[in-house]
């Protein structure tokens, strides 16, 4: 699969039907799996800040609510596509059902550059965005949240809208939140923490020591910065590596979190940062180090580069990094990918811990958050390698495994299929 050809609901549906033979699951159930449940497309005119009118264009997937409200974020970006956003809610369904908690799978995007948009317009058109949407959302049917590009700040003006909406003030229906506006403590570093812990666990599995071993980092938005960041604190890794959609920086003695990231604040991008030789983002991820961490876009490793890889561990933070093809070759070499719904659910577990905390108005400190994050990630990062073990199957499908079992239970258990 070129990058060309590359469509990611194809894709997610081949993951699924992998799943399904191995599961010998009912064929009814498996169709009903393939597909989303609905979907909204939506046209959104903004006023921009020169007087003129722009029309934008945009989508929420709700992929299946079996198992709870749909949950998923909303991606601001240009290459937006509804087959996009299908895949991406497919992956929050099965990322939900493996670290088991009470949530289906959703998704939102819209067509647009946000980095050429002001902070008014990007105002106008979040809000543009609930006035359309607003009528499918809310905490019993679906729940948005942040994903690429997106912010706590956006997320609040979405809250905002909705409370107009619906004439009272609704916390739960979106999460990602401000602090001071219903937002949960640890829900900032969720991502990269939930990701560090599985890191932690295959360590063990594979008997690798983590303190000084190399990494390197593709993405340096919310999960990827964070990574580093966490990555130096739990377990001192030596991330020699990191990039962003400009390019990417390369020190072997290391790269120091806090200066990467003044420069990365100061300059917009971690390009030229002082002491450091620039490589680019295809190179970063042939590097040879002991953990690679894949935090940006979808199909990063693929058929023309998987050979290529030669990391021992693959910590899969965005989502869809990987696709079938160089599944396949990453595990006949040898590497252990930890797989990206689950190995990203530490997001979606904290953005359930805000809902929880959000419905009896009463907020958890950060420790607490932790190690609840901790528990969740580490009994499904255990419960996909067994799962992967016991069927001789690479990590994805094990997680896959565990997944759509949960999720067709819960199908079969309403009588849908
Ligand atoms: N956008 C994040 C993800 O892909 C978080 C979703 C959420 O918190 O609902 O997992």
Not at 120 to 134: F, H, K, N, T
Not at 305 to 317: G, M
Request: proline fraction near 4%; charged fraction near 25%; glycine fraction near 10%.
């Amino acid at each position: 699969m070129n990058k060309k050809a590359f469509n990611p609901f194809e894709m997610a549906q081949r993951q699924l039907d992998d799943a399904a033979a191995v599961l010998q699951l009912d064929p009814a159930v498996h169709e009903l799996l393939r597909w989303p449940l609905r979907e909204l497309h939506v046209t959104l005119p903004v006023k921009m800040d020169d007087g003129t009118t722009r029309i934008f264009h945009g989508f929420r997937v709700q992929y299946n609510d079996a198992r709870g409200p749909n949950k998923g974020g909303i991606r601001f970006h240009s290459g937006e596509t509804v087959d996009l956003v299908r895949a991406l809610a497919a992956w929050m369904t099965w990322k939900c059902a493996v670290v088991d908690i009470p949530l289906g799978g959703g998704k939102g995007g819209i067509i647009c550059d946000p980095k050429s948009l002001s902070a008014g317009e990007l105002e106008r058109l979040s809000r543009a965005y609930i006035r359309q949407v607003g009528r499918i959302l809310g905490l019993e049917k679906d729940v948005p949240a942040p994903d690429v590009y997106t912010t706590p700040q956006i997320m609040a003006w979405m809250m905002d809208e909705y409370a107009f909406m619906q004439g009272y003030n609704e916390y739960g229906m979106i999460t990602g939140k401000p602090l001071a506006l219903g937002g949960s403590a640890g829900r900032g570093d969720a991502t990269a923490r939930g990701g560090m812990y599985c890191l932690r666990e295959a360590a063990k599995a594979l008997n690798l020591e983590l303190k000084g071993a190399t990494a390197a980092i593709q993405g340096y938005g919310n999960a990827g910065s964070f990574a580093h960041k966490l990555g130096v604190e739990l377990f001192g890794l030596k991330v020699v590596a990191v990039s962003d959609s400009r390019g990417g920086i390369y020190n072997p003695d290391g790269l120091d979190f806090a200066k990467v990231s003044a420069h990365k604040a100061k300059t917009g991008s971690v390009i030229d940062f002082p002491g450091s030789k620039c490589i680019s983002n295809e190179d970063l991820l042939e590097l040879d180090v002991t953990v690679l961490i894949p935090a940006a876009l979808e199909n990063a490793i693929n058929e023309d580069n998987a050979d290529r890889v030669r990391a021992r561990i693959i910590v899969e933070l965005a989502n869809g990094p990987t696709t079938p093809e160089a599944d396949q070759i990453l595990h006949d070499k040898g590497s252990y990918v930890i797989p990206d719904f689950l190995c990203n659910a530490g997001g979606v577990t904290v953005s359930y811990f805000e809902m929880v905390q959000n419905a009896y108005d009463y907020y958890w400190e950060e420790c607490v958050v932790h190690e609840r994050l901790e528990k969740k990630m580490t009994s499904a990062f255990w419960a996909v390698h067994n799962a992967a073990q016991q069927h001789r199957v690479h990590n994805r499908l094990g997680a896959y495994l565990v997944a759509v079992n949960r999720v067709a239970e819960a199908v079969r258990l309403r009588g849908w299929a």
